[in-house]
């Protein structure tokens, strides 16, 4: 975790583009992949974004299970180059990432389907990063953590961890999740505003953070009810937003992709409303190479 200066305040800021495949996803193919390598698996299939495939693509690399990655055709060159490395086979598919949820579900009969937004294995694998944040704090909560979401699968990943750190008494008190989703493809962040308990069906634009475009967001309801339990908000960014940050990042050394430039984004717009004396958390969830030559 390092500190930062954003908008004049301090915050912290973890830095999970640098696990082994360039993104946080890593903490919860660890543990997805350590399960299905228990249970002898000898394939398995994955849909995603790019970089849960680039994850669960690596870990089973490692544990020696074959692997079959469907992802949308407009997938950065550099995610869909990384997955193929690791010997995986890649399926393009047409559409948007819910056609590519959709062509994956004919496959699961045959195979595992290490699915990082189905299996809650993978959430227990994410909340890590809420246990790291708390020891590096000496075993305290922050005020705030400012996270993206698409999915979901850091978002609730975090909220397990530090509810576990809450109820076995570690912490004294849950941290405000502050959640980032791109203004072009919002349905959480609309659901919020109309303090509606299900995500809204949105009519969603493109956005160049690919890693959140989600529009039909499996786990909506339970990522609106954590947010909310939490005293957290949901932010809007941008495309320009996006692109100014992540273009004002690598000048302060840091160069992360579009997605996570957004997380970055929305923190700007949270740290002006921020308590006096509050610690906010935030995380940089991938690398900036993955993407470097669209
Ligand atoms: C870099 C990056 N950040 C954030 C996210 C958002 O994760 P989720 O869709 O689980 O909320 C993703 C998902 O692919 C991602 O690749």
């Known amino acids: 975790m390092i500190e930062e200066e954003v908008c004049g305040k301090k915050v912290l800021i973890k830095m999970d583009q640098l696990l082994p495949t360039g ?28 970089n849960a495939g680039c994850s669960i693509a690596a870990y089973s690399a490692r544990a020696g299970i074959s692997c079959e990655i ?5 997938t950065s060159v550099g995610k869909l180059r ?12 047409k559409g948007s990432r819910e056609d590519v949820s959709r062509k994956v579900l004919e ?3 045959e195979n595992f389907y290490a699915s990082h937004v189905y299996n809650p294995l993978f959430l227990h694998g994410t909340k890590t990063l809420a246990f790291e944040v708390c020891e590096q704090l000496g075993w305290k909560s922050p005020g705030a953590i400012v996270v993206p979401v698409g999915n979901g699968t850091l978002l609730l990943g975090v909220s397990i961890g530090f509810g576990e750190l809450h109820s076995g008494g570690i912490i004294d008190h849950l941290p405000k999740i502050i959640a980032v989703q791109a203004e072009n493809c919002a349905p959480l962040l609309r659901a919020f505003e109309l303090n ?16 959140i475009a989600i529009e039909r967001p499996i786990r909506g309801t339970q990522i609106l009810k954590a947010v909310r339990d939490s005293g957290g908000i949901f932010v809007g960014v941008s495309e320009q937003e996006i692109i100014d940050t992540w273009k004002e990042l690598p000048k302060r050394g840091h160069f992360v992709e579009q997605t996570a430039a957004a997380t ?15 610690t906010v958390v935030s995380v940089f969830t991938g690398h900036g190479l993955k993407t470097a030559c669209e």
């Open 23 to 50: 993104s946080y996803k890593d903490r919860g193919a660890s543990l997805l992949i350590s399960y299905a390598r228990e249970h002898k698996v000898s394939s398995l299939v994955e849909d995603s974004s790019g």
């Open 107 to 109: 496959q699961i009969w």
């Open 70 to 74: 469907f992802v949308p055709e407009h």
């Open 264 to 278: 970055i984004a929305g923190l700007k717009k949270y740290i002006s409303k921020s308590g006096p004396g509050e």
């Open 196 to 211: 509606r308990k299900d995500p809204e069906g949105v009519d969603a634009q493109s956005t160049v953070a690919e890693g």
């Open 82 to 93: 990384q997955i193929e490395s690791y010997g995986s086979k890649i399926r393009l598919v």
